[in-house]
C-alpha cells in the first residue's frame, strides 16, 4: 500500500488541491484578480500532473492489450481529459468559440507541434525512420473528412437549419469513429503496426515480464479523469476571473485545454522518436487530431441540441487555411514511409505559424 500511495503522489497531490480549492473558491474569487490567476495557475499544474498519471495508467494498459490498443487507449484517455476540461470550461466562460478554437489548437499542436518536434528530433538522432505509410495515409484522409464535414461545411449552413445539421454531424461522426475502430482493431489492424525486429523490442519501456494489475490501473485512470473534472470546474471559474479585461487573445484559453491534454502525449511521442519507433509517434500525432475531432465534435454538438442554443464551431477563414496547410503537408511528407528532419522543420513552421498568429489575435 505504502508503495502505490508513493506511485500516485500526483493523484494524492491534486485530490488535496481539490479538497482545498472548492471550500475557498468564492474567498479566492473576492479577492482580485491576481489571486484569481495564482490560484488558476496552481490549478493547472494539479491538472497537468494528474494528467501525466492519467496517461501512465493508460500506457501500461496499452502495454498490457498491445497494439492497436495501445495507442488507441492513450490517445481516448487523452481527449477524455480534453473533453472534461472542455466541457467544464464552456460552463463558466463567455467566449462562444471555445470549443472550435480548443479543437483547432488541438490539431496544430498534435500535427504539427508534436508530429514535428519527434521527426526533428528523432531524425537528427537516427536519420531516416520508417513507419508504415497506410497508417499516415488513412489518417490524414480521415482527418480531412472529419474535420470538412464538421467545422468548415457549418459555415455554409443557414443558421435556421442549425439543429438539422448538427443532428447528422452527430450521427455521421459517430458512424466514421465506428468505421474507424472496425478497421483499426480487425481486418485493417496491420496499417497501424511497424515490424521493428527483436533489437527494438528488447527496449522498449515497459516491457519488463512483470504482470500488469489491470483492474488497478482501470480504476486509477478513472479516478484521474474525475479529478480532473474536479480540478477544471475551480480552475475554469478562476481562470475567467483572472483573465477578465485583460485583453489576452481568446485562444489562449482553447490552446491551455489544448497543451493540458495533450502534455502526456508530447512526453510520449518524443521518447518514441528518440527510441526510433516512428510508427508509435504517427499514431499518437494523428490518432489524437482524428480522435479529437471525430469525438469532441459530437459531444459538443449534443450539449448544444440539448441547451436549444447553437455552439460556434466553424473555422475561420485563418484556421481553414491553417488546417489544410497542414494536411496537405501531412499528406506529401507521410507518403513514403519514412520521416526526416527537414519534413519535421515543415510541421513545426507550422506550428510556429499558429503561434505566431494566435499571438496576433488572429
Same mark, same amino acid.
Given at each position: 500500500?505504502?508503495?502505490?500511495?508513493?506511485?500516485?503522489?500526483?493523484?494524492?497531490?491534486?485530490?488535496?488541491?481539490?479538497?482545498?480549492?472548492?471550500?475557498?473558491?468564492?474567498?479566492?474569487?473576492?479577492?482580485?484578480?491576481?489571486?484569481?490567476?495564482?490560484?488558476?495557475?496552481?490549478?493547472?499544474?494539479?491538472?497537468?500532473?494528474?494528467?501525466?498519471?492519467?496517461?501512465?495508467?493508460?500506457?501500461?494498459?496499452?502495454?498490457?492489450?498491445?497494439?492497436?490498443?495501445?495507442?488507441?487507449?492513450?490517445?481516448?484517455?487523452?481527449?477524455?481529459?480534453?473533453?472534461?476540461?472542455?466541457?467544464?470550461?464552456?460552463?463558466?466562460?463567455?467566449?462562444?468559440?471555445?470549443?472550435?478554437?480548443?479543437?483547432?489548437?488541438?490539431?496544430?499542436?498534435?500535427?504539427?507541434?508534436?508530429?514535428?518536434?519527434?521527426?526533428?528530433?528523432?531524425?537528427?538522432?537516427?536519420?531516416?525512420?520508417?513507419?508504415?505509410?497506410?497508417?499516415?495515409?488513412?489518417?490524414?484522409?480521415?482527418?480531412?473528412?472529419?474535420?470538412?464535414?464538421? @467545422?468548415?461545411?457549418?459555415?455554409? &449552413?443557414?443558421? #435556421?437549419?442549425?439543429?438539422?445539421?448538427? %443532428?447528422? $454531424? +452527430?450521427? /455521421?461522426?459517430?458512424?466514421?469513429?465506428?468505421?474507424?475502430?472496425?478497421?483499426?482493431?480487425?481486418?485493417?489492424?496491420?496499417?497501424?503496426?511497424?515490424?521493428?525486429?527483436?533489437?527494438?523490442?528488447?527496449?522498449?519501456?515497459?516491457?519488463?515480464?512483470?504482470?500488469?494489475?489491470?483492474?488497478?490501473?482501470?480504476?486509477?485512470?478513472?479516478?484521474?479523469?474525475?479529478?480532473?473534472?474536479?480540478?477544471?470546474?475551480?480552475?475554469?471559474?478562476?481562470?475567467?476571473?483572472?483573465?477578465?479585461?485583460?485583453?489576452?487573445?481568446?485562444?489562449?484559453?482553447?490552446?491551455?485545454?489544448?497543451?493540458?491534454?495533450?502534455?502526456?502525449?508530447?512526453?510520449?511521442?518524443?521518447?518514441?522518436?528518440?527510441?526510433?519507433? @516512428?510508427?508509435?509517434?504517427?499514431? &499518437?500525432?494523428? #490518432?489524437?487530431?482524428?480522435?479529437?475531432? %471525430?469525438? $469532441? +465534435?459530437? /459531444?459538443?454538438?449534443?450539449?448544444?441540441?440539448?441547451?436549444?442554443?447553437?455552439?460556434?464551431?466553424?473555422?475561420?477563414?485563418?484556421?481553414?487555411?491553417?488546417?489544410?496547410?497542414?494536411?496537405?503537408?501531412?499528406?506529401?511528407?507521410?507518403?513514403?514511409?519514412?520521416?526526416?528532419?527537414?519534413?519535421?522543420?515543415?510541421?513545426?513552421?507550422?506550428?510556429?505559424?499558429?503561434?505566431?498568429?494566435?499571438?496576433?489575435?488572429?
Amino acid at each position: 500500500m505504502r508503495s502505490v500511495l508513493k506511485e500516485e503522489k500526483f493523484l494524492l497531490l491534486g485530490a488535496l488541491v481539490a479538497a482545498c480549492a472548492y471550500p475557498l473558491e468564492h474567498s479566492l474569487l473576492a479577492a482580485g484578480q491576481a489571486v484569481s490567476l495564482l490560484a488558476a495557475g496552481v490549478l493547472i499544474g494539479a491538472i497537468l500532473l494528474t494528467s501525466l498519471r492519467v496517461a501512465h495508467h493508460a500506457e501500461l494498459l496499452a502495454i498490457r492489450f498491445g497494439e492497436p490498443y495501445g495507442t488507441m487507449l492513450l490517445t481516448i484517455s487523452a481527449v477524455l481529459v480534453e473533453v472534461v476540461i472542455l466541457v467544464m470550461m464552456l460552463a463558466h466562460t463567455s467566449s462562444p468559440a471555445l470549443a472550435r478554437d480548443t479543437i483547432y489548437s488541438a490539431i496544430m499542436l498534435d500535427m504539427n507541434g508534436i508530429l514535428g518536434l519527434a521527426a526533428i528530433l528523432g531524425g537528427l538522432k537516427h536519420g531516416e525512420q520508417a513507419y508504415n505509410v497506410d497508417s499516415g495515409n488513412s489518417y490524414v484522409v480521415m482527418i480531412l473528412t472529419a474535420v470538412g464535414v464538421s @467545422m468548415i461545411i457549418p459555415e455554409f &449552413i443557414p443558421h #435556421g437549419r442549425w439543429q438539422l445539421y448538427s %443532428i447528422f $454531424t +452527430v450521427a /455521421i461522426m459517430v458512424v466514421l469513429y465506428a468505421m474507424f475502430l472496425h478497421m483499426q482493431t480487425t481486418r485493417h489492424s496491420y496499417f497501424f503496426s511497424y515490424a521493428y525486429g527483436p533489437a527494438h523490442d528488447s527496449h522498449e519501456e515497459g516491457h519488463d515480464g512483470a504482470p500488469i494489475p489491470v483492474t488497478r490501473h482501470v480504476v486509477l485512470l478513472v479516478s484521474g479523469l474525475v479529478l480532473i473534472g474536479l480540478l477544471a470546474e475551480v480552475m475554469a471559474k478562476m481562470l475567467d476571473a483572472g483573465l477578465a479585461g485583460t485583453g489576452v487573445p481568446a485562444m489562449v484559453a482553447a490552446m491551455l485545454v489544448a497543451l493540458l491534454s495533450a502534455s502526456p502525449e508530447i512526453v510520449t511521442a518524443v521518447r518514441a522518436a528518440l527510441n526510433n519507433r @516512428m510508427q508509435s509517434v504517427v499514431n &499518437i500525432a494523428l #490518432g489524437a487530431s482524428l480522435s479529437t475531432v %471525430i469525438l $469532441t +465534435v459530437p /459531444i459538443i454538438e449534443g450539449i448544444a441540441l440539448l441547451q436549444g442554443q447553437p455552439i460556434e464551431m466553424a473555422l475561420t477563414p485563418v484556421q481553414t487555411a491553417m488546417v489544410l496547410l497542414t494536411l496537405l503537408a501531412a499528406s506529401i511528407n507521410l507518403n513514403d514511409g519514412e520521416t526526416n528532419v527537414i519534413e519535421g522543420m515543415t510541421h513545426f513552421v507550422l506550428f510556429s505559424t499558429f503561434l505566431m498568429l494566435a499571438a496576433l489575435g488572429v
